[in-house]
């Protein structure tokens, strides 16, 4: 018996959770995504002219691997434990002899591995298609992984406030996906006029989707040690509050 | 040392007081059952074992490790089959047990096997590519049972396990539950039918209204509690722990039988 067996098989029943689904999980969203491509970038991108020295098929590349990546980690990490609140199969791991860090580091591994896939895997196919490879590997990695811990935690502490399948749709709908939107996935915050601009520096996610872009492209709009601090600081306080909430029992133990 | 000390165990769920100072000690080895009507506080002492209720006062020992304090190393000596069915909806069967081994630090091999044996005894092999919704209310049971022996725990609580199975089955499960008794596990078993304490348990402790009212062998508390006042329903066996509970609860058992089952949410 070793000791990092329980670990790495909640690890793997993540892994499970999600791969065994993959046609449901990994493949639409990267469908979704090319078509983003294909209709925002091949079809309209003619009409608009270039940003920062770019066509704009290339220029909406990152922000929307981004966004498969922000949005399947939070998808995955909050469908996974409301089911298990759900079908009260997170009682069981409970009772079990498991950590609150590793519990909370395994859903969330299980968000990081799906939206890493989805992020990694649409970036690949569009840069093949448009043959431009990826300006700085290391960057880009390390934007998508802080992306993903962060959304995979919101997801997390969605579903441990979640009452009803509603709840969790609810805070997809009408937080995430607007600030996603809004955050220059399709846009330079630089077009913005001031006021706009200003409201804009305040989205947290405007700093993930331009430090990514910087990652793929090379271009970026703000500081690149503000965007790095900040999206690595907001998931590292996320994780923390995870860990604080499960070790609290917050809407798990009773 | 005893299996499982509780002292002085108290919780309140908003204004309802499920547990209002409850003291047991269950022995190493010990066959032991947990009576009580709906309600009384059975599932709520359990999961307080467990650690899946947070006690408002009292303790907890399972093997002289706190529950809450050393809740780690007495989780490891326990495991608990629970009345809901609650594994994975969509996990095939055989991956529920092969992951529940791991949880418990055997490695894949290990918990492969072993997997293999618990639902070959528990005739639940050829189902073992199937999730939960495809199995029987009876299969369902037994896997529930088959996953908490899956890491060979020293101390088995059952809440429950043979509610909605037929009489075969369940007498299959008193047979297998004697003998993983006999090689020295401890079990604590909730159960509605008294036939089944009567059978099992070496010690019965009845619970009502979050109280111990009564903790003995079987035959001690008939004999205490049969001669002093006459059944105050009619249709109750005399002479039996069922009218020891009807005297001391003022229920009968099919009243008692009633549970919900909802998820937490």
């Known amino acids: 018996m070793g000791n990092s067996t329980p670990f790495v098989t909640l690890l793997r029943q993540e892994w499970f959770r999600f791969t065994r689904l993959w046609k449901q999980t990994i493949f639409p969203p990267i469908v979704t995504t090319v078509l983003f491509i294909l209709i925002f970038g091949f079809s309209l991108g003619d009409r608009i002219r270039e940003i920062h020295g770019l066509s704009y098929i290339l220029f909406i590349i990152p922000g929307l691997a981004a966004m498969g990546a922000m949005m399947n980690a939070h998808t995955n990490c909050s469908f996974a434990l409301y ?60 934007f998508l992984i802080t992306q993903t811990v962060f959304f995979g935690c919101w997801g997390i502490v969605g579903a441990l406030r979640a009452k009803t399948w509603d709840n969790l749709a609810t805070a997809q709908n009408f937080i995430i996906t607007p600030l996603i939107y809004l955050g220059g996935v399709f846009y330079s915050v630089d077009l913005l006029p001031g006021i706009w601009r200003t409201i804009s520096s305040f989205n947290p996610l405007l700093y993930m989707i331009d430090g990514t872009r910087y990652g793929v492209l090379g271009v970026h709009d703000l500081s690149l040690l503000t965007s790095a601090g900040l999206s690595a600081g907001m998931a590292l306080l996320m994780f923390a509050l995870c860990v604080i909430l499960f070790q609290k029992g917050y809407r798990l133990v009773r | 040392m005893n299996a499982i000390e509780i002292s002085g165990i108290k919780k309140s769920f908003q204004n309802v007081h499920a547990l209002k100072g409850v003291d047991l000690a269950i022995r190493q080895g010990e066959f032991f059952g947990l009576l009580g009507p709906n309600g009384a506080g059975k599932t709520t002492l359990i999961s307080a074992i467990m650690g899946l209720v947070r006690p408002d006062a009292g303790t907890i020992q399972v093997m002289g490790y706190d529950t809450r304090r050393q809740a780690f190393a007495a989780k490891k000596l326990m495991a608990l089959c629970p009345q809901e069915i609650n594994v994975h909806t969509y996990f095939p069967i055989q991956k529920i047990m092969e992951f529940q081994g791991g949880f418990y630090g055997f490695d894949r091999k290990t918990s492969k096997q072993r997997a293999e044996e618990l639902l070959k005894r528990f005739g639940l092999w050829e189902k073992r590519k199937v999730g939960k919704v495809k199995l029987s209310g009876g299969m369902q049971r037994r896997l529930m049972i088959a996953r908490s022996l899956m890491s060979d725990p020293k101390i088995l609580i059952l809440d ?11 007498h299959e499960l008193w047979d297998f539950l004697k003998k993983i008794n006999q090689n020295g596990r401890t079990i604590l078993l909730t159960t509605h039918y008294i036939e089944e304490a009567e059978q099992l348990c070496g010690r019965v402790a009845i619970i009502h209204e979050g109280k111990i009212v009564a903790c003995d062998a079987p035959q001690t508390l008939i004999s205490q509690h049969t001669q002093k006042a006459k059944p105050i329903r009619r249709f109750v066996r005399p002479g039996t722990l069922e009218e020891v509970f009807v005297n001391l609860t003022g229920k009968r058992m099919e009243e008692a039988q009633q549970w919900e089952i909802a998820p937490r949410l």
């Open chain 1, 83 to 142: 089911m298990s609140r759900f079908d009260q199969s997170i009682d069981n791991m409970l009772a079990a002899p498991l950590r609150s860090i590793e519990l909370v580091t395994a859903f969330l591994w299980g968000g990081i591995a799906r939206g890493m896939l989805v992020g990694l895997v649409t970036l690949a196919v569009s840069l093949l298609l448009l043959k431009q490879p990826p300006y700085h590997l290391g960057w880009t990695l390390f």
């Open chain 2, 160 to 170: 429950e396990p043979t509610a909605g199975v037929d009489v075969e089955l369940r």
